[in-house]
């Protein structure tokens, strides 16, 4: 296997090279910092080593665009496993894995056999979003004895079952902790927009790229369809990612699309197809995309339109949970964000932004 290198910063390329071989680490950074990119680079350069290493996530889709990544750097043989983390412990433990009701696996069971078995010599694993991913599971990487270098931001989060970057490195025993700087995907106008949603600590770096200010639009009936076809023809080479609240918006929007502009051609991703072309993305194809924002983490978008807000009017706009979905879903975008809403009254978390980061109209 040789190493290429995709497009890194020269910031970048130095965390990359002088994050060690050995060890645990945790790299933490903000949005558009690089952190999956720096993920699949980091695990084709393990693999180098001559043991074999296995690429974790918690999302499906994000497992596909990492895959690509991979794809991307070139590793032709099977020395690198890119897995969702539920699949990955599956073939660790076997088909009949027992599960807990919060969807993930009975920890306790997990862990008697990890210390039933011990050690797995050379196990190396490398986790994008770590932080969504259960702090047991990082338990039992260090029963487990791996190597594990973990990317994550703790104000990132979209799941109530999650680890903050305090319990990845406390679980992980000896972890050496490492962090990025810049914000290399928003322009300054979609990263002030998301700054209103920060919920961590210190404001977040502006990025000195410019571009239009993100754009709430009030939809009549198939607004959305019609935004979404606009763009896409204005914009054909580029990618157009819709982030909508529930499947129901998902599917509306798709058949909406497909009668008005049928050559657009959309894909759809749930996590709740089991295959086919609702379940496999082609994400390296230009137009537009349709998923929930419950598979929006660690995705890049040239475009986002959020086309259903309104759904979140009747939540409390103080909510850290609801600011933090935003700042997820807003920091997804290159060029562009557009955000919609019906009824006569913007939702309280928006209307509180001032006409200085958000466009109407």
């Avoid at 390329?13 to 680490?25: E, I, M, Q, T």
């Avoid at 990955?88 to 306790?108: F, I, N, Q, T, V």
Wanted: contains cysteine; neutral net charge.
């Amino acid at each position: 296997m040789t190493l290429t290198y995709l497009d890194l910063t020269s910031e970048q390329r130095a965390s990359l090279d002088d994050l060690p071989f050995d060890g645990n680490h945790l790299v933490s950074g903000p949005p558009g910092s690089g952190k999956s990119l720096l993920a699949a680079q980091r695990a084709v350069m393990l693999a180098l080593t001559g043991t074999p290493v296995a690429l974790l996530t918690r999302s499906n889709l994000l497992r596909q665009s990492l895959a690509s990544m991979v794809h991307a750097l070139g590793p032709q043989d099977r020395s690198l496993r890119v897995a969702t983390a539920h699949s990955w412990l599956a073939g660790w433990y076997g088909d009949k894995a027992p599960r807990s009701p919060d969807g993930w696996y009975d920890w306790h069971a997990l862990f008697e056999r990890a210390a039933d078995t011990g050690p797995v010599p050379g196990l190396t694993l490398v986790v994008d979003e770590g932080q969504d991913l259960p702090p047991e599971f990082y338990l039992l990487c260090r029963m487990l004895g791996a190597r594990t270098t973990v990317y994550a931001d703790e104000c990132q989060r979209l799941t109530d079952t999650n680890s903050t970057l305090a319990e990845v490195a406390r679980n992980l025993g000896r972890c050496d902790r490492h962090e990025l700087d810049g914000n290399h995907r928003n322009t300054e106008q979609i990263a002030s927009f998301a700054a209103h949603f920060h919920t961590g600590t210190g404001a977040p770096v502006l990025p000195e790229g410019q571009g239009p200010l993100p754009r709430l639009h009030r939809f009549h009936e198939r607004g959305a369809a019609d935004l979404l076809a606009l763009l896409a023809e204005r914009h054909p080479r580029d990618s157009i990612g819709v982030i909508a609240a529930s499947k129901h918006t998902q599917f509306s929007l798709l058949g909406s699309l497909s009668r008005r502009a049928p050559r657009l051609k959309p894909q759809l991703y749930t996590s709740e197809a089991k295959g086919g072309q609702y379940r496999n993305l082609d994400l390296s194809r230009p137009g537009i995309v349709i998923v929930h924002r419950a598979s929006a983490k660690g995705l890049g978008f040239d475009t986002v339109v959020i086309p259903d807000t309104h759904t979140d009017a009747a939540v409390d706009p103080t909510s850290a949970a609801l600011r933090m979905t935003y700042y997820v879903l807003a920091t997804r975008a290159r060029r562009e964000i557009h955000l919609g809403y019906e009824g006569d009254s913007e939702p309280p978390l928006l209307a509180q932004v001032g006409r200085g980061d958000l466009q109407r109209g």
